[in-house]
C-alpha cells in the first residue's frame, strides 16, 4: 500500500490524473487504488473490460 500513497502522492504533485483499462485483473487495480484515502484527487475510473467484443467496442482492441 505504501507504493500507491507515493504514486498518489507524485500525480497530485504534478496534477496528473489516472485512469486505467483492465482485463485479466477483473478490476483489482482499480480496487487497490482506491483503497487509499483521497484517491478521488487524481484517479478517475476504469473499465473492465474482460469479454473480446468489449474490449473492442469501448477501447478500440482490435479483433484478432
Known sequence: MMEVR????????GKQTLAVAESCTGGMLGAVLTA???SSDY??????????????RNLGVPAR
Do not use: E, T
Open 6 to 13: 507515493k504514486i498518489g502522492a507524485k500525480l497530485r504533485r
Open 43 to 56: 484517479f478517475r475510473g476504469g473499465i473492465i473490460a474482460y469479454a473480446n467484443a468489449v474490449k473492442q
Open 36 to 38: 487509499v484515502s483521497g
